[in-house]
């Protein structure tokens, strides 16, 4: 398998559920990102991971907590979100940091918050 | 502080007809990388067409082209003989010296039979 993939491709949560979204890219990419795409607005990057280490986090509140075990994959895990949470949320890889060539995006995980 | 710009939240275009998508940008930094990208309704954001910003001449891949003005600070996406399956998001993108990726508001392109 190529690309960037993440799984689920939707998800629909209550705001007392845990859950988490995965991201796997089988590019040989060291940096990977997690963008959060709400209606009519702009993507806003959320983490940072360079060769599995966080580098960037973008005021991102705390029920929102990545993980990269290792340079393929990339979570996200959630817990007591909001209904504002609800968004398309992206995974991106770039092979290292600088990211001359850009990112490569998965498909998304669109996310409902009931 | 970097910005990007998209002033059309949306545009139509006849099928076969051109169309461009505008973008500006600011950046303080010499180096710097433009990025359009597309997204269709399934969410996956595709990449089209790339122009660094020392690149002298204007990219082209197949019917995508960039119309690259540095001194206006704009880099407007051309698509030529629209198809039905142009109909889409378009994101223009911007990489700084740092590596981070900054979108625009994006335009939906509806194209029209």
């Known amino acids: 398998e190529t690309g960037v993939t993440q799984t689920p491709r939707h998800l629909v949560m209550g705001m007392t559920n845990k859950k988490s979204l995965k991201c796997e890219q089988h590019l040989g990419h060291n940096a990977m990102y997690w963008y959060k795409q709400s209606a009519k607005k702009p993507l806003e990057l959320m983490f940072v991971y360079s060769l599995e280490e966080r580098v960037e986090n973008n005021s991102v509140p705390s029920r929102f907590s990545p993980e990269c075990p290792n340079s393929s994959h990339l979570f996200l895990h959630l817990h007591t979100l909001q209904p504002e949470d609800s968004a398309l949320y992206l995974c991106a890889s770039s092979q290292d940091r600088g990211a001359i060539y850009g990112y490569t995006f998965g498909s998304g995980t669109r996310l409902t918050v009931v | 502080a970097q910005k990007i710009t998209q002033t059309q939240p949306g545009m139509f275009v006849q099928e076969k007809e051109a169309v461009t998508l505008d973008c500006t940008y600011d950046?303080?930094?010499?180096?710097?990388?433009l990025f359009w990208y597309k997204q269709p309704s399934s969410g996956e954001m595709i990449f089209l067409i790339y122009q660094g910003s020392y690149d002298e001449q204007n990219a082209t891949e197949g019917r995508y082209s960039l119309n690259f003005q540095k001194a206006r600070k704009s880099a407007n996406l051309v698509i030529s003989a629209s198809q039905l399956g142009d109909s889409a998001m378009y994101f223009c993108?911007?990489?700084?010296?740092?590596?981070?990726?900054?979108f625009g508001q994006g335009t939906e392109l509806s194209v029209k039979p």
């Open positions: 993108a911007m990489r700084g010296a740092g590596g981070k990726l900054i």
């Open positions: 950046t303080s930094d010499q180096s710097y990388g």
